[in-house]
C-alpha cells in the first residue's frame, strides 16, 4: 500500500513539474507576445486564434526578406496584377513604409529606364503613377543635341512643346531632365514626328521597348530626394 501511495505521490509530483514547465515556458511567451501586440484577453471579442494569427503575422514579419534593399540604393518591389482589367497609368506594389519607401520617390522599369514616381505610400502596399498617366508632365531631353520638350502621359505617351527649329530625329533617345528624379533617366526613343503649320510647336510620340502589362517587379531609388 506504501508503495501504491509513493508511486501515485511520485507521477503527481512530476504532473505539477510538467505543468510548471509548460506555464514557464509557453504560457509566460504567450503572454509576452499578447502584451508586444498590444492585446490583452480581456479584450471584447478576443480570440485565441485571432491571438496565433497576429503572432504568425509578427513571425512574418520579422522574417522578411532583408535583402528586398540592395547596396545601390534601390529597393525591388513585386507589381499586383490587375489583369484582365490592366491598367498602364496606376501600379501597384508590394512595398510600403515599412520598406523605407515614401511618397515622390522614382520608380524604374529596369536599370536606369523611369517608369513613374510613388504617389500613394501605406505600411507595406503603395501606389505608382507611371508616365502613361493622362496627369503625368515632366521635363524631357531628346537626342546628342538635347533638345527639350515636355513629356505629357497618357496610353500612347506625347512629346510636345518642340521648337520647331530643332526637330528630334526618329529614333532619337528620350531622357529625363526634370529635377524630381534623376537626371538622364531612359525613357523610351522618339517615334511619330508630327509639324502642323498652325501650330506654334511641333509633337512627338514616345516609344518604349516593354509592355508595362507585363510589368511584374520594379525598382524604386531610395536614396534620391523625394518631395
Given amino acids: 500500500m506504501r508503495s501504491l501511495r509513493g508511486f501515485i505521490f511520485s507521477l503527481l509530483a512530476a504532473i505539477i ?26 479584450d471584447h471579442g478576443f480570440s485565441y486564434k485571432d491571438f496565433q494569427i497576429l503572432k504568425l503575422e509578427n513571425e512574418f514579419l520579422k522574417s522578411k526578406d532583408s535583402s528586398a534593399i540592395l547596396k545601390d540604393g534601390y529597393v525591388i518591389a513585386d507589381v499586383f496584377s490587375s489583369y484582365p482589367f490592366n491598367d498602364q497609368s496606376k501600379l501597384i506594389i ?37 508616365f502613361f498617366d ?13 533638345i527639350r520638350s515636355l513629356l505629357v502621359g497618357g496610353n500612347v505617351p506625347a512629346l510636345t512643346f518642340i521648337a520647331k527649329d530643332k526637330i528630334p530625329a526618329v529614333g532619337d533617345e528620350v531622357v529625363n531632365i ?4 534623376l537626371y538622364g533617366l531612359y525613357l523610351g526613343k522618339v517615334g511619330d514626328v508630327k509639324v502642323n503649320p498652325t501650330e ?22 531610395i536614396d534620391h530626394d523625394a518631395e
Fill in 200 to 221: 506654334p510647336w511641333a509633337t512627338a510620340s514616345l516609344e518604349i521597348s516593354y509592355n508595362p502589362n507585363l510589368l511584374d517587379r520594379v525598382f524604386i531609388i
Fill in 17 to 42: 513539474l510538467v505543468l510548471f514547465w509548460f506555464y514557464r515556458f509557453e504560457i509566460g511567451r504567450g503572454l509576452s507576445d499578447l502584451k508586444a501586440s498590444g492585446m490583452s484577453f480581456l
Fill in 134 to 146: 493622362p496627369n503625368w508632365r515632366s521635363s524631357v531631353a531628346s537626342g546628342p543635341s538635347k
Fill in 94 to 130: 508590394n512595398r510600403g513604409t515599412g520598406d523605407g519607401i515614401r511618397e515622390g520617390m522614382p520608380v524604374l522599369a529596369g536599370e536606369g529606364v523611369l517608369l513613374g514616381r510613388i504617389s500613394e505610400v501605406r505600411k507595406s502596399l503603395s501606389e505608382i503613377q507611371t
Fill in 178 to 181: 526634370a529635377p524630381e528624379y
